[in-house]
């Protein structure tokens, strides 16, 4: 049990972590945190790529993973892009 | 140090920018430095996992390049008003990995079993986990961007791109499941036994999950119980999947399961609930996220989802506090008008139509003014025509704010984004109780395709089903102009007085076309 204990523990430490950087947050910036938040969720792309390019693996593995990394992709580049193009719409008239 | 060692400690660092990402965007000072630190975390965590290990590359560089395209393509084409749709939509994508990855790690740790290398409990339930969270992220969104994009669970005919999406979405789920259970029975090795019952179970749930998604309305008798039902049976698999990891098609059998219940969550949710759901939907990417990385046993995915998983709890918070809703009462309760509410006709006997002179003449001379912008403003992309009538009454020395509703529009922050859009600077936007604590020196108060958010029965009346909510209380300021198509009842389903209270008037007009024949009129008085 000692690894999960040990993943556990940085769990619930990071839940802790969000919930402090992320209690003031004014209202305009409601909608780029949640398309920048939820592309660092496409994290899971780490995830895809270990599995995807796992070498002497069966054909369904690679299938599965590779799908995995189409979505996982999609969010990460289209989060941060669309998050980028809204905070420069924010900046602009400043 | 091995090379795993390096590896753990680029994760280690790419954790950490995406801590500093978060706090960064929480100030909008900060906010761009913020997101650059999420995508250097991001690329980090890229690098280390495809350097120092042996690799087939094929899917990768075919999954990253479509991937690439579709996200680019999707991110410099949206409009900002289509923004809701577009955060809807790709909390999904992070939500539909992390059943796939789940399910391709269990397929390698079911060779392992074979192999006699162990199968830990931290990765079987975890495996659960993410098949359950996941699927109802992937599918939840799905029906949320649906519902933003008005063609699911809608009565009216469709467009073209709305059909092809609605049926073509709908048809390949149902598809997608006869084709794993044909594949699952005649393909390769045949079923193992008892195995059957579970596959066409899965084709059974995805078929229907197409069903579900071609309905015309948002509800149906024993939905709530269906609701519960889903959500037994997604735990009730999810335990026996812990017991038997071996057993491939179960699985399969509750992504499905979990999948009928993350339609069934969001469709019942009205419009303006949307940004409760799209917040909520958020945390439960980052969620999906944190139960992938138990299951690859991966440290930086873990901190990531849940630090995602925390920011959307804390914004699906802020949502609900500004509806002073619980949340339980948004997942499965109704808003509508209750046997106490009073009748609409006796409300509006002294309703007042005005017309765009008539309004020139009110905002002449007036000091304070405050803009109200509601969803009204969004769906009519009024947010052009609403800056330009800013900077003409600035010119004519009023000053001019706007003030925000939490909750005004589909998304959390909905008006702010349009608005930025618009040119208006971020000083002018006000927030809900700086704007009351002034509101008697307002002169005008314009509001604009708003009308729950400005209701004061949400004051007044106790027994209102909106009591209590905290409203931006424009009743108080000089005049009130109200621009709105009709006197038609907003979300809540309820009249609002303020109507015809002695100090509001009334423009009917579609947004766009009122503020500009306001703009004119403004210009032809002076």
């Known amino acids: 049990m000692g690894t999960f204990v040990a993943a556990f523990t940085v769990f619930v430490l990071a839940v802790f972590i969000g919930f402090e950087v992320i209690s003031k947050v004014p209202s305009t910036l409601h909608t780029p945190l949640m398309s920048g938040s939820n592309a660092i969720s496409g994290i899971t792309i780490v995830g895809a790529l270990i599995l995807a390019g796992q070498p002497d693996t069966p054909r369904i593995v690679h299938l599965l993973a590779g799908v995995a990394v189409v979505f996982a992709t999609i969010n990460v580049v289209g989060g941060y892009l669309v998050t980028h193009r809204m905070l420069g719409m924010f900046r602009r008239k400043r | ?526």
């Not at chain 2, 495809?50 to 579709?70: D, F, H, N, S």
């Not at chain 2, 037994?232 to 059998?253: I, R």
């Not at chain 2, 990385?293 to 901190?303: A, D, E, H, R, S």
């Not at chain 2, 006709?345 to 009110?362: F, H, L, Q």
């Open chain 2, 1 to 526: 140090m091995h090379t795993q060692d390096l590896r753990d400690l680029a994760y280690l660092l790419a954790a950490v920018l995406f801590i500093f990402d978060l706090k960064w965007m929480s100030h909008p000072r900060t906010a761009v430095r913020g997101n650059w630190a999420g995508v250097f975390g991001m690329a980090i965590a890229i690098v280390a996992t495809l350097v120092g290990e042996p690799m087939t590359w094929q899917y990768i560089l075919t999954g990253a390049v479509i991937g690439t395209v579709i996200g680019v393509v999707m991110a410099t084409r949206v409009k900002m008003t289509a923004m809701p749709e577009m955060v809807g939509i790709l909390n999904g994508f992070g939500g539909g990995a992390s059943v796939l990855v789940a399910g391709a790690a269990l397929v390698m740790a079911q060779r392992a079993l074979a192999a006699g290398t162990p199968f830990g409990m931290q990765e079987r339930v975890a495996t659960a986990a993410s098949a359950i969270i996941g699927a109802v992220t992937f599918f939840g969104s799905y029906v949320a961007f649906g519902k933003l994009a008005e063609f699911l669970a809608v009565k009216w005919d469709l467009k073209p791109w709305q059909s092809a999406i609605k049926y073509g979405f709908a048809a390949v789920t149902a598809l997608g499941g006869l084709a794993y259970a044909l594949v699952a029975t005649f393909g390769g090795g045949g079923l193992p036994e008892g195995a059957a019952p579970l596959v066409w179970g899965t084709f059974l749930c995805f078929a229907a999950v197409g069903g579900l998604l071609l309905l015309r309305r948002s509800r149906f008798p024993g939905m709530d119980a269906l609701k519960w039902v889903a959500a037994a049976a997604s735990l009730a698999l999810g335990a026996m999947l812990v017991v038997q990891p071996e057993n491939g098609a179960l699985f399969w059998l509750l992504a499905a399961v979990s999948s009928v219940l993350g339609v069934l969550l969001t469709i019942s949710i009205g419009g303006a609930d949307m940004p409760v759901t799209i917040a909520l939907l958020n945390s439960y990417s980052g969620l999906a996220g944190a139960a992938t990385g138990f299951v690859i046993n991966n440290n930086v995915l873990i901190v990531a989802g849940s630090l995602v998983g925390a920011s959307g709890i804390i914004l699906t918070r802020i949502m609900c506090k500004a509806m002073n809703r619980s949340l339980t009462n948004v997942l499965f309760g109704t808003l509508g008008p209750t046997s106490d509410t009073p009748d609409a006709d006796e409300v509006y006997r002294t309703v007042k139509a005005t017309s765009p002179e008539e309004i020139a003449m009110t905002l002449d001379g007036a000091q304070r003014v405050i803009i109200v912008p509601g969803y009204g403003m969004a769906v009519a992309q009024a947010q052009h025509a609403v800056q330009a009538l800013a900077a003409l009454l600035e010119q004519h020395g009023s000053q001019v704010e706007f003030a925000i509703h939490p909750v005004a529009g589909r998304m959390p922050g909905h008006m702010n984004v349009l608005l930025a859009e618009a040119n208006v600077a971020y000083e002018k936007l006000r927030e809900m109780d700086d704007v009351n604590a002034e509101m008697e020196q307002v002169d005008v108060a314009i509001v604009l395709g708003a009308n729950d958010v400005v209701n004061p029965v949400a004051i007044t009346d106790p027994k209102s089903p909106i009591a209590g909510m905290p409203i931006i209380d424009v009743s108080r300021a000089r005049n009130v102009i109200m621009i709105k198509r009709s006197l038609s009842p907003g979300f809540a389903g309820i009249p609002n007085p303020l109507f015809a209270a002695a100090n509001c008037q009334m423009f009917f007009s579609d947004g766009k076309k009122a503020i500009n024949e306001i703009i004119q009129a403004v210009k032809e008085a002076s």
